[in-house]
């Protein structure tokens, strides 16, 4: 059975998994959860403010704690990594990739309410479900995003995934602008926020639940467990073929490395180099204008790729993502960090839109979407489990999150450098021939 494309009560469903599950990317990974985090892990001094010991335990070793927060998500990463092409080889053999993308929706948004009963003095369970919570959000986005191609035909994959991502920003900023009021005005205790997460995450999930089809083609699989591998190797050497796509995931590999990293390193390197007051209330209103202007940026980014072409787009947002750490080592001031989220506002999202909908045009027509946004899954995470790892591990070596930065401006002169080789014709005749 064919999908019907371009139906409108479909698309709206899809994009209503970016407003459900956003809250996850900016209450929990981004804002209020890595404030607490700090704040419960760290040792202050009750009359400055100011952090005397920022060292942990955990399993019997001694860490800082933002360079444990950074390994428990690049193992986290990791874990998507092997899942993810096991259980799009079942999907694709019930022909049912809407039960997975509930199953993950369902283990990060529970984990998300776990957090409620986070303990220092019993990390290693409380870190599993900060683990699990990402292990949710970043599993069901393989199967969510897959649906990309199958319910909109390429001309409208550009506004689309820019209106997710769009629909992502207002939601999660009207639960974190609520929850912020809970907690300074009505004195709620945090932990209930992220009980309210994982209920805003699952609830408003159901919305693409009830809209989205189960599927259209069931497989023949012998061993739908190896089929997910099979697959993959399948569409790596499918990709050999295409070399506009083979020079994209390549350069995508490696700049969403650092993007990804950044949105995960931002808040607690501001909180520990720029905001070092008890009061972090600065550091947080900062990420309230990154959600602002990034619904812009991706909505703007969206018209503009339809004037200039999506990799012009992408190569001007890698280009200013690369000034943007390059600044980012030196600055000190919180009015000079105010001024870089606005510009990391600006680029965040329409450069994981473009790059999402860039992808969905240059696959070739097939009913293989799963297996294709597997593999793109799987190359995006192989990335992030190498630049966060690499963040932590360079911080805990030298104890300065600064220097980090330094692997960080590297990565993005990479990625510039390698989406350089896909020349103008060339870019716009893949695009206009998928």
Not at 173 to 185: F, G, M, Q, R, Y
Request: aromatic share 16%; glycine share 8%.
């Amino acid at each position: 059975m064919q999908i019907e494309k371009n139906n409108p009560k479909v698309m709206n469903g899809w994009v209503m998994y970016d407003w459900a599950n956003s809250v996850y990317n900016l209450v929990i990974a981004s804002a209020i959860f890595p404030i607490f985090y700090q704040n419960q892990t760290s040792v202050i001094d009750k009359v400055s403010g100011n952090v005397i010991s920022d060292k942990v335990q955990f399993w019997g070793f001694e860490l800082i704690n933002t360079e444990l927060y950074n390994y428990v998500f690049s193992f986290a990463y990791l874990i998507v990594v092997f899942t993810t092409p096991i259980l799009s080889g079942v999907a694709d053999f019930w022909g049912n990739k809407k039960f997975f993308l509930k199953l993950f929706c369902a283990i990060g948004s529970l984990s998300c309410i776990c957090l409620y009963f986070f303990n220092a003095q019993h990390l290693e369970w409380s870190m599993f479900a900060v683990m699990m919570a990402c292990v949710g959000f970043w599993g069901s986005l393989v199967f969510y995003n897959a649906y990309l191609p199958e319910i909109a035909e390429p001309a409208l994959h550009d506004k689309l995934s820019a209106r997710g991502f769009t629909m992502g920003y207002i939601g999660s900023t009207i639960l974190l602008v609520a929850s912020l009021i809970a907690i300074k005005v009505f004195n709620f205790n945090v932990r209930y926020v992220f009980i309210l997460v994982g209920l805003w995450w699952i609830g408003f999930a159901h919305i693409t639940y009830w809209r989205l089809p189960k599927s259209v083609i069931r497989k023949n699989i012998k061993n739908p467990f190896l089929n997910g591998f099979k697959e993959l190797k399948k569409v790596f050497g499918e990709i050999k073929e295409q070399f506009v796509l083979r020079k994209f995931l390549l350069s995508y590999f490696v700049y969403n490395c650092g993007v990804q990293t950044v949105m995960i390193v931002a808040v607690p390197f501001a909180s520990k180099e720029i905001f070092t007051g008890s009061d972090k209330s600065g550091l947080i209103a900062a990420v309230i204008l990154i959600q602002l202007v990034g619904a812009v940026g991706a909505w703007l980014m969206s018209n503009l790729s339809s004037k200039i072409g999506n990799f012009n787009v992408i190569k001007i947002s890698v280009f200013i993502w690369m000034i943007i750490c390059i600044l980012g080592y030196f600055i000190k001031t919180q009015i000079q960090f105010y001024f870089l989220a606005c510009t990391v506002g600006f680029v965040m999202g329409s450069i994981q839109s473009m790059s999402r909908s860039t992808f969905a045009k240059l696959i070739p027509a097939t009913n293989d979407n799963t297996s294709y946004f597997s593999f793109f899954d799987v190359a995006e995470k192989i990335g992030l489990v190498i630049g966060v790892f690499l963040f932590g591990f360079i911080e805990g070596l030298t104890n300065n999150m600064r220097l980090s930065i330094v692997f960080l401006i590297i990565i993005f002169i990479l990625g510039f450098t390698l989406l350089l080789r896909i020349g103008p014709k060339e870019g716009k005749a893949a695009l206009e021939n998928d």
